[in-house]
């Protein structure tokens, strides 16, 4: 026994001394490799590896250390300190990827694409065929994963190398299709292609990568928009994003099954359908991303099951209903892991619980633009760790509760678009000190707090248009000294600017004071160094004086609707100013247009409109070919339209108006392929309707009125389908009506009733059009007018049948003119008519009895024609009774105009018919009083009988009155007792 013991202490020791000798080993290899200056990988790997640097583009020298022979110490080159062969290969962009700073700061976008590496990857990357580890990401290789001319994959070597655990090729401008050969790579474990150009098919050799954790697919574009079944087989996957892949039909219920998952992102695809409750069964789920589909209906109760979650985005579905962790006892193993809740855009409902405090882990929580009402529960101030709030654009009301102001780390806030009321103080910022982003606007609320009242915060973004911060300027506004963006329009602000304001405020940019009150000068602004140009807006105050200088980084500037005066400002030469929207309307400005407009070339609206601009429009204008409105009514502008704007390629509106315009319509106008709008009216014009009009294909309001317009209507107008609007008025044009004006399909039933607004926030489109007798504006409404109007010329003829075709037409004019014949019997198909004016022609016959079927006739006018006959009663037409409707028809008869009709019945029976119905009356009358006043006095006398002290008040009354009456009389009585006596006295 003692021997054996012997034995078993002697192995113990002899495994003791070999595991230290093996710890020593390890420990001394470990201790050796850590400097790797001297280390070498193999020759065959060091060729592949400088053949891969002579086919990369390295602006910034990232690669700078691949010389010389030790490759282990190269800057992205690994090697395994046992083998010492080259297993990791990681070329990644060194520069963080931020989206936003990438479209929005040209220096960061210049740093970042400076540090990409550019290309192609060499084929010799095969020499390291022990490579484990290969991340290119967030380059620009601009290369086909795919080969040019498509006859093989110019990447399926990476197929070969049998080894890699880890591929990373996302954000690097790839194209072409994924290789099937991606396939052969059994051990891989990490797959990364997003965010690249790539198309066509997924191989389903993918499938047979059983070993995956981590799958990204994003912004690829295959052809199938079925979701493949064989992700489902992939019983490892942890991390599985599908962003933007183009899938869409339901989502795939094995997905479910796939209870590994940590991360699914499913966003912006059209998934539809709803969620089943399956989706209970992913447990470890801690981020789950189905944003951007078609998915509707509620959410299921079992996301309660998701008690790792920590981040969920709904946004921009259409869901439903409540949401299950906000209904009744909130009580849920998500208030302990959720940290960031999307619920944007859909249509989600119900109110916000009072126990949405218990979500202590909350750091975002956005559900703009949902359903969601009631107040704001004030234990949304017990979320310490919340710092983005947005929920915009809801039916919220009530007032903010105070508590907000105890979210010490709230950097966003956001409420605006809805029904909040009440008073905003100081204790709602009490401890914001992190706000940066601050939007109260469109909302009731009044701002209340003292003139010497320091925010704790320092914002860049003050949105709180629509809310009450006047009637004087917010002082605590000046201790803001890093606000990018400041929109206060709308405020009921009634004060000058102060002092400070150009102080803190004039490299600002985006500024938006207007629909205020504001007087006195505007307030001058400096250089800034915006990236992307600033955005002024001081219009609709009553700013007076001159306009101050331009600046060369504003981007839109609108100054309308004040009260400046004097002519435009001098520019220097040197400046380059970069506007794309110019707006001084409503203003008393003078002189010429200046020509360096002309070289505003970025511009693409300029509204100079209703001042009072005198000279010629200069010919330089056809320079500005990005324009797209040009708006000069309601001017003094004379001379001919430049043939210069027929370069104006882009431009879909155009508006000379009241001017002083004169000669003809130049001929190169027919080049605006892309106009919609033509608004020559009330100039002096001299020219007849150009047949090569029809060229405006696109054209919807054309508005010639009140010029010298004259000769035929051209049959060329009759080819602009689109026409809505047509107002040829007040011109010397003579001829017929076409009947072509039949060709008007935008007439028949208002297709082209769509929004005509170009996309400039500051710019609504409008047009003047006379209708029912007056002068109106159409802005948000003019999408729906449909008008002829050819009244005021000489147009002969008769109104031809073919126009009572168009039946979407809102209002017809062709009153003062010299139509003959009669009025077509077909108006009434007309259904959409509202104002039909066919006074002073030589109209005859009859009015149609169709007419009486135009619901919507508000307006009518047959006056001074030669019609005859009865006028037409019943339905609308019953509603316009103005007897100078029909005035100077001296043969038309019927009550409208009180003069019975030689069909009606003898005199004596009419007249017996005008007093039949006064007996009837009469007797219907006393008929109906006796029963009502025997109905009126005994309920009189029954609440007297059964209300003692009703009954006790009206004897009380009664009683009181008579001995009034009785007094009055004796007293009466009395005086002329005396008066008389006395003239007897007297006599």
């Known amino acids: 026994m003692e021997t054996q013991v012997r034995c078993v202490v002697v192995i113990l020791f002899i495994f003791a001394l070999f595991f230290i000798a093996l710890g020593v080993g390890v420990g001394l290899q470990i201790s050796g490799d850590d400097n790797q200056s001297n280390v070498s990988c193999t020759e065959v790997e060091l060729k592949g590896l400088l053949k891969l640097r002579e086919s990369l583009i390295d602006h910034s020298n990232r690669l700078s250390s691949w010389?010389?022979?030790?490759?282990?110490?190269?800057?992205?080159?690994?090697?395994?300190?046992?083998?010492?062969?080259?297993?990791?290969?990681?070329?990644?962009?060194?520069?963080?990827?931020?989206?936003?700073?990438?479209?929005?700061?040209?220096?960061?976008?210049?740093?970042?694409?400076?540090?990409?590496?550019?290309?192609?990857?060499?084929?010799?990357?095969?020499?390291?065929?022990?490579?484990?580890?290969?991340?290119?990401?967030?380059?620009?290789?601009?290369?086909?994963?795919?080969?040019?001319?498509?006859?093989?994959?110019?990447?399926?070597?990476l197929g070969s190398l049998k080894n890699l655990r880890y591929l990373d090729l996302s954000h690097s401008h790839f194209e072409g299709q994924i290789p099937p050969q991606f396939g052969n790579l059994s051990n891989l474990q990490h797959l990364n292609l997003g965010f690249n150009n790539l198309r066509g098919p997924i191989p389903d050799t993918l499938g047979s990568l059983l070993s995956l954790t981590f799958l990204d697919l994003s912004l690829t574009s295959f052809d199938s928009p079925i979701m493949r079944s064989w992700f489902c087989k992939m019983s490892s996957l942890v991390h599985l994003r599908l962003s933007g892949v183009s899938y869409g039909g339901p989502i795939l219920p094995c997905l479910w099954n796939l209870t590994s998952l940590t991360v699914l992102d499913l966003s912006s695809n059209s998934f539809e359908g709803s969620v089943p409750s399956g989706i209970g069964n992913l447990t470890q789920l801690t981020v789950l991303d189905l944003s951007h589909n078609k998915l509707e209906g509620e959410i299921p109760n079992t996301i309660r099951n998701l008690c790792s979650l920590s981040s969920f985005h709904l946004f921009y579905n259409e869901f439903t209903g409540e949401v299950p962790f906000f209904q009744g006892n909130t009580s849920t193993c998500l208030q302990k892991s959720l940290k960031e809740l999307d619920l944007e855009l859909n249509k989600f409902s119900g109110f916000l619980p009072n126990q949405l405090g218990e979500f202590r882990m909350l750091e975002v929580f956005v559900i703009s633009e949902n359903l969601f009402s009631g107040p704001i529960p004030a234990s949304i101030g017990i979320l310490s760790s919340l710092k983005v709030l947005y929920a915009s654009d809801n039916q919220l009301n009530g007032s903010i509760p105070s508590s907000l102001g105890q979210l010490s780390r709230l950097e966003s806030l956001d409420v605006s678009n809805n029904s909040l009321d009440g008073i905003?103080?100081?204790?709602?910022?009490?401890?914001?000190?992190?706000?940066?982003?601050?939007?109260?606007?469109?909302?009731?609320?009044?701002?209340?707090?003292?003139?010497?009242?320091?925010?704790?915060?320092?914002?860049?973004?003050?949105?709180?248009?629509?809310?009450?911060?006047?009637?004087?300027?917010?002082?605590?506004?000046?201790?803001?000294?890093?606000?990018?963006?400041?929109?206060?329009?709308?405020?009921?602000?009634?004060?000058?600017?102060?002092?400070?304001?150009?102080?803190?405020?004039?490299?600002?940019?985006?500024?938006?004071?207007?629909?205020?009150?504001?007087?006195?000068?505007?307030?001058?602004?400096?250089?800034?160094?915006?990236?992307?140009?600033?955005?002024?807006?001081?219009?609709?105050?009553?700013?007076?004086?001159?306009?101050?200088?331009?600046?060369?980084?504003?981007?839109?500037?609108?100054?309308?609707?004040?009260?400046?005066?004097?002519?435009?400002?001098?520019?220097?030469?040197?400046?380059?100013?970069?506007?794309?929207?110019?707006?001084?309307?409503?203003?008393?400005?003078?002189?010429?247009?200046?020509?360096?407009?002309?070289?505003?070339?970025?511009?693409?609206?300029?509204?100079?409109?209703?001042?009072?601009?005198?000279?010629?429009?200069?010919?330089?204008?056809?320079?500005?070919?990005?324009?797209?409105?040009?708006?000069?009514?309601?001017?003094?502008?004379?001379?001919?339209?430049?043939?210069?704007?027929?370069?104006?390629?882009?431009?879909?509106?155009?508006?000379?108006?009241?001017?002083?315009?004169?000669?003809?319509?130049?001929?190169?106008?027919?080049?605006?392929?892309?106009?919609?709008?033509?608004?020559?009216?009330?100039?002096?014009?001299?020219?007849i309707i150009p047949s090569w009009i029809e060229e405006m294909s696109n054209l919807r309001f054309l508005i010639l009125r009140s010029n010298r317009f004259h000769g035929y209507i051209s049959p060329q107008l009759c080819h602009i389908s689109a026409l809505q609007v047509l107002d040829l008025s007040h011109n010397y044009i003579t001829g017929s009506i076409p009947r072509c004006f039949a060709n008007f399909t935008a007439m028949v039933a208002n297709l082209n009733a769509t929004d005509i607004d170009d996309g400039f926030s500051q710019y609504t489109e409008s047009i003047l059009n006379y209708i029912k007798g007056v002068e109106l504006k159409y802005t948000s409404t003019l999408r729906f007018l449909t008008s002829i109007d050819v009244s005021n010329n000489h147009i002969v003829g008769e109104i031809p049948e073919e126009l009572m075709d168009l039946i979407g037409l809102r209002s017809f004019n062709a009153s003062k003119n010299h139509l003959n014949g009669s009025i077509p019997e077909k108006i009434g198909n007309m259904k959409a008519l509202e104002s039909l004016d066919l006074s002073r022609n030589k109209l005859s016959g009859s009015i149609p009895p169709s007419l009486s079927a135009v619901n919507f006739l508000s307006y009518l006018n047959l006056s001074f024609n030669n019609l005859s006959g009865r006028i037409p009663t019943g339905n609308q037409l019953q509603t316009l009774n103005d007897p100078s409707i029909y005035m100077g028809n001296n043969q038309l008869c019927g009550p409208q105009i009180f003069k019975s009709c030689p069909s009606d019945t003898s005199s004596d029976d009419h007249h017996h018919d005008q007093h039949v119905p006064e007996s009837e009356e009469r007797l219907a009358f006393y008929t109906a009083i006796g029963p009502g006043f025997l109905v009126g006095f005994l309920t009189i006398c029954g609440i007297l009988h059964f209300k003692k002290s009703w009954r006790y008040a009206w004897f009380q009354f009664v009683e009181n009155t008579c001995d009034n009456l009785l007094v009055a009389v004796a007293v009466k009585a009395t005086w002329m007792r005396r008066k008389f006596h006395k003239d007897e006295m007297g006599g």
């Not at 290969?89 to 700061?105: A, G, Q, R």
């Not at 003139?451 to 917010?474: A, D, N, R, T």
């Not at 329009?489 to 004060?495: E, G, L, P």
């Open 67 to 157: 010389v010389g022979e030790y490759c282990c110490t190269w800057t992205g080159v690994g090697c395994s300190k046992r083998t010492r062969r080259v297993v990791k290969l990681d070329l990644h962009n060194p520069i963080p990827y931020d989206e936003y700073l990438y479209y929005s700061d040209s220096n960061y976008m210049k740093k970042y694409d400076g540090a990409s590496l550019q290309g192609e990857i060499s084929p010799s990357i095969l020499n390291l065929r022990h490579l484990h580890y290969i991340d290119l990401s967030f380059n620009n290789f601009w290369g086909h994963i795919l080969s040019a001319d498509g006859s093989f994959n110019a990447y399926s070597f």
């Open 424 to 687: 905003v103080s100081e204790l709602h910022f009490a401890k914001l000190t992190r706000l940066v982003w601050l939007d109260m606007s469109s909302n009731l609320l009044i701002m209340n707090v003292s003139i010497q009242w320091v925010p704790p915060f320092q914002l860049q973004y003050i949105l709180m248009s629509s809310c009450k911060l006047g009637p004087q300027f917010p002082t605590w506004l000046q201790t803001q000294k890093h606000v990018e963006w400041l929109l206060i329009s709308n405020a009921y602000i009634s004060d000058t600017i102060p002092d400070w304001f150009e102080n803190v405020y004039s490299r600002i940019n985006h500024l938006d004071i207007s629909h205020n009150q504001i007087c006195g000068k505007l307030p001058k602004f400096q250089e800034s160094n915006a990236t992307h140009g600033r955005y002024l807006y001081l219009n609709s105050n009553k700013f007076e004086g001159p306009l101050t200088p331009f600046l060369s980084d504003v981007m839109s500037l609108d100054l309308s609707d004040n009260l400046l005066s004097g002519n435009f400002p001098l520019v220097d030469d040197n400046i380059h100013i970069t506007f794309r929207v110019l707006r001084v309307s409503n203003n008393n400005l003078t002189g010429d247009i200046p020509k360096y407009i002309c070289k505003m070339m970025a511009l693409l609206l300029l509204d100079l409109s209703t001042n009072k601009i005198s000279g010629t429009l200069p010919w330089c204008m056809g320079d500005l070919d990005q324009l797209v409105v040009l708006d000069l009514r309601n001017n003094y502008l004379g001379g001919h339209i430049p043939n210069s704007l027929g370069s104006l390629q882009y431009l879909s509106s155009l508006h000379l108006r009241n001017n002083m315009f004169h000669g003809n319509i130049p001929l190169t106008l027919q080049k605006l392929t892309s106009l919609r709008i033509l608004d020559l009216g009330d100039n002096e014009l001299n020219d």
